[in-house]
């Protein structure tokens, strides 16, 4: 391995610690965010993440997608709806 190829893997290892803790910090901010919503209002966001969920899975499976991945896609819209709903109003 020479000397550049030595700095370039250093850089790229510092780079991915610099992602992982970027992500690290808006995680705990959304989860923190979350918590404190689901603890403020648990029927809202019940529905918050009920609703979007339910709706998306029935769609993936009107349109004939396998129930996995519709449960999948209702899983994911759900989520993010309701994440998005608990950093604004959290």
Request: glycine share 8%; no cysteine; net charge positive.
């Amino acid at each position: 391995m020479s000397g550049g190829s030595a700095v370039l893997w250093t850089l790229l290892a510092l780079a991915v610690l610099a992602v992982i803790g970027f992500l690290a910090i808006v995680v705990k901010f959304v989860a923190n965010a979350a918590v404190k919503y689901s603890r403020r209002k648990p029927v809202q966001a019940a529905a918050f993440f009920a609703v979007p969920g339910a709706l998306s899975t029935f769609t993936a499976t009107f349109f004939h997608v396998a129930l996995v991945p519709a449960m999948v896609i209702g899983l994911v819209a759900g989520l993010s709806v309701f994440l998005l709903v608990a950093v604004e109003l959290g």
